[in-house]
């Protein structure tokens, strides 16, 4: 009798190990997480098309879902997808007339929301997301400089916001490229 109850709760205590064990590889993301799992290869899954597609990346992209987590095959990785806002200052740029000019801009940017977005952002940026910021403020400031040498001074300053928008198309493809989106740029 003894022996039965001991095996009895032996199994009850196991049972309760593993319930816990499985609850504790249950991850959920947040609205403004996106998880990417590693270590799963050749996964199918259906394309937007409908046709049926064999993902040889290994990542798994998961959003504002939860995703159970294999223990020593597959890990777990978060990327942050809350916008930023970035400060760029250019000094000296040269306009169409040959003219000095300092400008001072603020960008909203943030990981693009689609799959695709979220791998090149997490191959790029994964383990420094904190160097978004500054690719950001590098390229904006290459591109404000691109477009401030293209028009006048009078130009710049008549129509700010077209200058912003053309400074937003400019950059629009590197951050684009790099799985971020430019939600705003003011000059």
């Given at each position: 009798?003894?022996?039965?109850?001991?095996?009895?709760?032996?199994?009850?205590l196991?049972?309760?190990?593993?319930?816990?064990f499985i609850?504790?590889?249950?991850?959920v993301a947040?609205p403004?997480?996106?998880?990417?799992?590693?270590?799963?290869?050749?996964?199918t899954?259906?394309a937007?098309?409908?046709?049926?597609?064999?993902?040889?990346?290994?990542q798994?992209?998961?959003?504002?879902?939860?995703?159970?987590?294999?223990?020593v095959?597959?890990?777990?990785?978060t990327?942050?997808?809350?916008s930023?806002?970035?400060?760029?200052?250019?000094?000296?740029?040269v306009?169409k007339?040959g003219?000095?000019?300092?400008?001072?801009?603020?960008?909203?940017?943030?990981?693009?929301?689609?799959?695709?977005?979220i791998?090149?952002?997490?191959?790029r940026?994964?383990h420094?997301?904190r160097?978004?910021?500054?690719f950001?403020?590098e390229?904006?400031?290459g591109?404000l400089?691109?477009?401030?040498?293209?028009l006048?001074?009078?130009e710049i300053?008549?129509?700010r916001?077209?200058?912003?928008s053309?400074?937003a198309?400019?950059?629009?493809?590197s951050?684009?490229?790099?799985?971020?989106?430019l939600?705003?740029?003011q000059?």
């Amino acid at each position: 009798m003894e022996t039965m109850v001991l095996a009895i709760g032996g199994a009850v205590l196991l049972l309760f190990f593993l319930i816990l064990f499985i609850i504790s590889r249950i991850k959920v993301a947040g609205p403004n997480q996106a998880f990417i799992v590693t270590g799963r290869k050749g996964r199918t899954h259906r394309a937007p098309d409908g046709s049926r597609v064999r993902d040889l990346s290994g990542q798994k992209v998961v959003m504002g879902a939860s995703v159970f987590v294999l223990p020593v095959v597959q890990k777990l990785h978060t990327l942050d997808l809350s916008s930023r806002g970035i400060r760029v200052e250019i000094t000296g740029a040269v306009s169409k007339q040959g003219i000095r000019c300092n400008l001072q801009g603020v960008a909203i940017v943030k990981v693009g929301g689609s799959e695709t977005a979220i791998r090149a952002a997490a191959q790029r940026f994964l383990h420094q997301q904190r160097e978004i910021d500054d690719f950001t403020r590098e390229v904006l400031a290459g591109a404000l400089r691109a477009i401030v040498g293209r028009l006048t001074v009078e130009e710049i300053i008549r129509d700010r916001a077209a200058f912003a928008s053309a400074v937003a198309e400019e950059a629009e493809s590197s951050l684009t490229n790099q799985g971020l989106v430019l939600d705003t740029f003011q000059l």
